[in-house]
């Protein structure tokens, strides 16, 4: 279950014409604006936002804002563990995305009306919006066709240069810098299998490569592709390719 009360949150409010010079924060934010616009320099490009946008700010990311004549009114929120999570896995997050649609502004003019009514039920009622915000934001990326996620890239790029041995998830997320659920998650939403499961596939791909291309024996190519012995490479040989290791050594 989530934790609504673990997102911090705060509005603000900007004049029209003013300007906010390149600047970083030191926490990650998820913006939504509530009324207004503005232009955000972040990343290296520019973009106008307006009431319906939501925007990702990863820490330590310098941007700048310049706000239009009417100036702009935001909702700023410091995600907690779990929303962080969810949006590292479910969005392009260290590119710093942006999202701007129907669904989005409508929760906007929910979120600014309970803002408004601030009684005993407004907190809770602001919480649950901003994770349909989140959830709004990953559906209209991802039907963009997002490109896969930072993390993502880099614990493929570390499992395909690693010849045999097989590496932990702990090991591996440890040179990232994220969290291993985090690491799974976002492997399962791009390529449906765990960190373990691609690096097995990547072992039995090589020992199939080894078969075709040598007369090895079986054991000693299973050795060699990391396996424990030559019953361990066929339990998942044919777990991913359908058949033996000397099956696919004679169609080969």
Known sequence: MFDIAANFSRYRTYEGGSRIGQHVHTDS????VLGGGYEETIGGRSSDQSRGSALVCPKGMPHAQRFGPAGARKLI????????????????????????STEISKLAARIDIERQMDDLFARGAIGGLIWQVAAEMGRDL???????STIVQR??????????????????????????????????????????????????????????????????????????????????????????????????
């Open 29 to 32: 934010t998820l913006t939504l």
């Open 77 to 100: 929120v410091v995600p907690g563990a779990e929303l962080l999570d969810y949006l590292a896995t479910t969005t392009p997050f260290a590119a710093a995305p942006a999202s701007r």
């Open 142 to 148: 991802t039907s963009a066709a997002v490109p896969s």
């Open 155 to 252: 614990a493929r790029s570390i499992l395909d240069a690693e010849d045999v041995l097989p590496m932990s998830i702990t090991v591996l997320c440890g040179v990232i810098g994220c969290h291993p659920a985090t690491l799974t998650r976002a492997f399962r939403r791009e390529h449906d299998c765990t960190p373990g499961e691609y690096q097995r596939r990547l072992r039995v791909l090589r020992a199939a490569d080894q078969l075709k291309r040598t007369r090895a024996p079986i054991a000693e190519i299973a050795t060699s592709c990391g396996f424990c012995d030559q019953a361990h490479l066929a339990r998942s040989f044919r777990s991913i390719l359908g058949c033996s290791p000397s099956d696919y050594r004679k169609c080969a």
